[in-house]
């Protein structure tokens, strides 16, 4: 019976958290997806009407639910060096939709639509360096 008593005895033990290395950041986390430098956006978002915005100078992004318009403003001025007009957020409740016996729902969705000044383009592939 020793053996099972010891085996019992460390599966008890708490596990060790996983701290970074020396000269490593700390992992950051998954829900966001960075693009370019910027912190707030999760990804540019392409639809029907997004697609139609574009040529009339407004790029529609996906962006975190915390996420506010001044702050992304700076962000975008600073790292893609465009001149912001206005932003207008979008916000889309999530569905509830049956899953099995209960019902659940879907997350609520953002989006800024962000209007440059006229003959710029926003370019999400290429951060001003």
Partial sequence: MRWFNKDKAKRLEAPK???PEA???APKPATQILLGS???VARPHQSEKAVRLEQANQ???AVLPGAQKNELKKQLEKAYGV???KISSVR???KKVRQRQTW???STRRYFRVRLKAG???DVNKVKK
């Fill in 83 to 85: 001149h912001v007009l």
């Fill in 17 to 19: 958290p996983l701290a």
């Fill in 59 to 61: 790029y529609t992004l």
């Fill in 120 to 122: 710029e383009v926003l």
């Fill in 38 to 40: 910027l912190s707030l």
């Fill in 92 to 94: 889309l409740p999530g």
């Fill in 23 to 25: 000269g490593e950041a």
């Fill in 104 to 106: 659940g729902q879907r």
